[in-house]
């Protein structure tokens, strides 16, 4: 069994002008489907081979899985947590469990802003619902994610954030908080409530 890249849930330029469709197109397609081919080649032949993408991560076996197995699973998740239709604040338990936790949603949206802006170099933020049930903000280095045990804050990530700048420089070069501002404007807060309900 081998892991497939998922479609995309909108056409490429779905979310211009906030993530422009070149980007969208190299970073689903090359990028993301490069993570996916190595990931395969990683567990071809191996006893890995029909585990699950988060059975891998838990604990990754080598490198390769850690790195291509977190480039699969984390931007299989980022493509689903925007949408055109995106932006505005969530509602319903997922707004009180983000009220509950940092305050409001303006704090909250500082913290994640923060989270995604000092990430040094190549990484994620991340929106992450933890054993407890409560929700936290963490950022992680290159493809790691908060499900390997390498990460220094554990949990199921419910909204993550791509910082690398293959997503975002063509369009916005090195200003980050540009692009971590824009995030917000195509955030698909019905599918990050359905993943904090889980
Ligand atoms: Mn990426």
Redesign the pocket.
């Known amino acids: 069994m081998s892991f497939t890249l998922p479609n995309l849930p909108y056409a490429h330029d779905a979310l211009e002008p906030h993530i422009d469709t070149r980007t969208m197109e190299i970073?689903h397609g090359k990028?993301?489907a490069g993570y996916t081919n190595n990931l395969n080649a990683a567990i071809k032949g191996t006893d890995l081979e029909g585990k699950s993408i988060e059975a891998l991560l838990a604990s990754p076996a080598n490198g390769a899985i850690r790195n291509n197995g977190g480039?699969f699973y984390n931007?299989s998740l980022f493509w689903q947590v925007m949408s055109p239709k995106g932006g505005g604040q969530p509602t319903g338990d997922l707004a009180a469990a983000i009220d509950k936790a940092f305050g409001s949603f303006d704090a909250f949206k500082s913290a994640f802003s923060a989270a995604a802006g000092t990430r040094f170099g190549s990484g994620w933020a991340w929106l992450i619902k933890k054993a407890d049930g409560s929700l936290a903000v963490t950022s992680t280095p290159n493809q790691d994610n908060p499900l390997m045990d390498v990460a220094d804050d554990h949990g199921t990530p419910i909204l993550g954030l791509?910082v690398?700048e293959?997503?975002y420089y063509l369009n916005y070069q090195n200003r980050r908080p540009d692009y971590v501002a824009a995030f917000f404007n195509v955030i698909n807060w019905e599918k990050v409530s359905e993943l904090y309900k889980g």
């Open positions: 970073h990028h993301h480039g931007h791509d690398w293959h997503a």
